[in-house]
């Protein structure tokens, strides 16, 4: 069972920035495709970047694109997503998925509020 942390959130102005943090408690994340996921008060859960287990390979949510940036560090055995020019409309919980053939597992997700 692999049981995911996520860290990072927290309030932060229209156009700051947050460094959220993807890692493991007693296990690796190597071989495992990462995504991060955000959930908007009274929405469905939508993603919004995610990345190969390589780190190859990534993809974002339009609404995302060109603002944030997702990362990993395997040495760190941390997966990053670095956003930017933040919008109030980016206020939702975070969490980060991980997926490895047919099994997937979720973190608690962190909040992020976007407010002035």
């Known amino acids: 069972q692999l049981q995911l942390v996520e860290s990072g959130g927290g309030l932060v102005q229209p156009g700051g920035s947050l460094r959220l943090s993807c890692g493991t408690s007693?296990?690796?994340?190597?071989?495992?495709?990462i995504a991060w996921f955000r959930q908007a008060p009274g929405k469905e859960r939508e993603p919004v970047a995610c990345?190969?287990?390589?780190?190859?390979?990534?993809n974002y949510a339009d609404s995302v694109k060109g603002r944030f940036t997702i990362s990993r560090d395997t040495v760190k055995n941390t997966v990053y997503l670095q956003m930017n020019s933040l919008k109030p409309e980016d206020t939702a919980v975070y969490y980060c998925?991980?997926?490895?053939?047919?099994?997937?597992?979720w973190g608690q997700g962190t909040q992020v509020t976007v407010s002035s």
């Open positions: 998925k991980a997926r490895l053939l047919f099994n997937a597992y």
């Open positions: 007693g296990s690796t994340l190597d071989g495992y495709g």
């Open positions: 990345i190969s287990s390589s780190g190859a390979s990534t």
